[in-house]
């Protein structure tokens, strides 16, 4: 069993940066990927990130691949989303979540955990 907690989400204007966090229990962190969803008001769940277990590899939505970078420190137990460049339709619900398998996976169903998510809204 592993719980996420987020942190870090807030408001920001069009263009700035924002860094949010999941920190994880349990001592078996390093065994999972680690991905990041978002949802929006009224669309669906979308897959924003993925990072495999060691860190080593990446993937991305493409219309955030250059603006954000995930990373994780299996010390901490902590995984993290750098946000730059931020615009308004990046406005969503944050979540983390942890799956088990040790493909990058870009589908919430693959998907075994998930945290509470935390609030990341965009001013124009």
């Known amino acids: 069993q592993v719980q996420l907690v987020e942190s870090g989400g807030g408001l920001v204007q069009t263009g700035g940066s924002l860094s949010v966090s999941c920190a994880a229990s349990?001592?078996?962190?390093?065994?999972?990927?680690m991905g990041w969803f978002r949802q929006a008001p009224g669309k669906e769940r979308e897959f924003v990130a993925v990072?495999?277990?060691?860190?080593?590899?990446?993937d991305y939505l493409d219309s955030v691949k250059d603006r954000f970078a995930i990373s994780r420190d299996n010390a901490k137990n902590t995984v993290y989303l750098q946000m730059n460049s931020l615009k308004p339709e990046d406005t969503a619900v944050y979540y983390c979540a942890a799956s088990r398998g040790v493909i990058l996976f870009t589908t919430a169903r693959e998907y075994d955990y998930w945290g509470q998510g935390t609030q990341v809204t965009v001013s124009s």
């Open positions: 349990g001592r078996t962190f390093s065994t999972y990927v």
């Open positions: 990072i495999s277990r060691s860190g080593s590899s990446t």
